[in-house]
């Protein structure tokens, strides 16, 4: 079996590289593509933990970009993940995201759906090689109690995608890598 577009917890994933690799294994995945959101931090221990296990893991990307006023999702793969035009595009591209996750956090409190978002803020920057993205920013309004978390999932329903915040990025520095 190859599923060719997964996610570590170096982005939107819930499983690390490792645990990723395993449950995969385990389910009879023999070649796997780590496809993370604008960062490349999760495909040297999904490889190193791969070897164990007989599976080929193919070293990829998913980029988000904007074509035509619509967000994108590109999937990359067998990239030189060091070519230096595409380490500078990945770091810009996660900085974007955390100045995105902010300004999204602040339109929902505008909203009246205040979302603690200062510790993954403060993760993504201390370990600049993750990519924070839309399900970290939900996951952060998990902590709250249960009737508050249906108020907050009817009144998100109610307004849309007004909290929404788009990204615009090129995507020719993973052509060139």
């Given at each position: 079996?190859?599923?060719?577009?997964?996610?570590?917890?170096?982005?939107?994933?819930r499983l690390t590289p490792t645990e990723l690799?395993?449950?995969?294994?385990?389910?009879?995945?023999?070649?796997?593509?780590?496809?993370?959101?604008?960062?490349?931090?999760?495909?040297?221990?999904?490889?190193?933990?791969?070897?164990?296990?007989?599976?080929?893991?193919?070293?990829?990307?998913?980029?988000?970009?904007?074509e035509g006023g619509r967000d994108v999702h590109?999937?990359?793969?067998?990239?030189?993940?060091?070519?230096?035009?595409?380490?500078?595009?990945?770091?810009?591209?996660?900085?974007?995201?955390?100045?995105?996750?902010?300004?999204?956090?602040?339109?929902?409190?505008?909203?009246?759906?205040?979302?603690?978002?200062?510790?993954?803020?403060?993760?993504?920057?201390?370990?600049?090689?993750?990519?924070?993205?839309?399900?970290?920013?939900?996951?952060?309004?998990?902590?709250?109690?249960?009737?508050?978390?249906?108020?907050?999932?009817?009144?998100?329903?109610?307004?849309?995608?007004?909290?929404?915040?788009?990204?615009?990025?090129?995507?020719?520095?993973?052509?060139?890598?």
């Amino acid at each position: 079996m190859v599923d060719l577009h997964l996610h570590t917890t170096a982005s939107d994933g819930r499983l690390t590289p490792t645990e990723l690799v395993r449950r995969a294994a385990a389910r009879g995945v023999r070649i796997l593509a780590v496809t993370d959101h604008d960062t490349t931090d999760g495909i040297e221990e999904a490889t190193t933990e791969a070897v164990r296990h007989g599976v080929v893991v193919i070293p990829g990307i998913e980029v988000t970009s904007v074509e035509g006023g619509r967000d994108v999702h590109m999937l990359g793969y067998f990239f030189d993940a060091r070519n230096e035009r595409l380490v500078r595009f990945l770091t810009g591209q996660r900085a974007t995201r955390i100045t995105r996750i902010a300004e999204m956090a602040k339109r929902l409190e505008q909203l009246g759906l205040p979302v603690d978002v200062q510790p993954i803020l403060d993760d993504a920057r201390t370990h600049h090689m993750r990519s924070v993205g839309r399900p970290a920013l939900a996951r952060c309004g998990l902590h709250i109690d249960l009737m508050a978390e249906k108020h907050t999932r009817r009144r998100a329903q109610r307004t849309g995608q007004r909290a929404y915040q788009s990204t615009d990025r090129l995507t020719e520095p993973l052509h060139q890598a």
